[in-house]
């Protein structure tokens, strides 16, 4: 089965900042990779598919990358509705895999 | 409009068996992939079963053997059949729906139904 580490497990940031969250996998993966952000009491949102393309509605400070076992999630700059937990998501073979998170928290 | 609204959750005592539901709206279930995630309180979220469009059925290894995905094309309804509960399967229960041309990349979820097993 495939692991999926993300780091960093938390971080603080202020509005404004660059956040860059890394992902990888235990072993290649090509592109089947998906980012999700996920608020308290929240069901969790598709932000980016295929590692680099982006849902349709989701603000193009989101942006991903990587391909084979290392993947990123960029947030060009931070706004106040983006802090919320993010995780990765493997879909290359079941049984499928998350991170274990990333909480994005107001520095 | 596309939604997906879940049922079936409550508090069950170890051993038991639960029902789960996902009505869907705006789009056919049969003719799309279809997952289960749930997520135990505080913590992250844990991919349990899919369906795929051809009838294909995958499963976490947590859960294989205890638990049955399925789909009701009449009733446009997604089902978690949950038998041989433990108290380590207490979660919120969310269906979602994978998007073959996003890479599954699952799009449309539902509120999420709370699974508590305790005696």
């Not at chain 1, 956040?19 to 089947?32: F, G, K, L, N, W």
């Not at chain 1, 009491?41 to 991903?64: H, N, T």
């Not at chain 2, 038991?16 to 539901?21: D, F, N, T, V």
């Not at chain 2, 994978?98 to 699952?106: C, L």
Request: hydrophobic share 30%; net charge neutral; proline share 4%.
């Amino acid at each position: 089965d495939i692991q999926m580490t993300q780091s960093p497990s938390s971080l603080s940031a202020s509005v404004g900042d660059r956040v860059t969250i890394t992902c990888r996998a235990s072993q290649s993966i090509s592109t089947y990779l998906n980012w999700y952000q996920q608020k308290p009491g929240k069901a969790p949102k598709l932000l980016i598919y295929a590692a680099s393309s982006l849902q349709s509605g989701v603000p193009s400070r989101f942006s991903g990358s990587g391909s084979g076992t290392d993947f990123t999630l960029t947030i060009s700059s931070l706004q106040p509705e983006d802090f919320a937990t993010y995780y990765c998501q493997e879909t290359n073979s079941t049984p499928w895999a998350f991170g274990q998170g990333t909480k994005v928290e107001i520095k | 409009e596309v939604q997906l609204v879940e049922s079936g959750g409550g508090l069950i005592q170890p051993g038991g068996s639960l029902r789960l539901s996902c009505a869907a709206s705006g789009f056919i279930v049969s003719s799309n992939c279809m997952s289960w995630v749930r997520q135990a309180p505080g913590e992250g979220l844990e991919w349990v079963s899919v369906i795929y469009s051809g009838g294909t059925t995958y499963y976490a290894d947590s859960v294989k053997g205890r638990f049955t995905i399925s789909r009701d094309h009449s009733k446009n309804t997604l089902y978690l059949q949950m038998n041989s509960l433990r108290a380590e399967d207490t979660a919120v229960y969310y269906c979602a729906r994978g998007v073959s041309a996003s890479y599954y990349g699952m799009d449309v979820w539902g509120q999420g139904t709370t699974v508590t097993v305790s005696s």
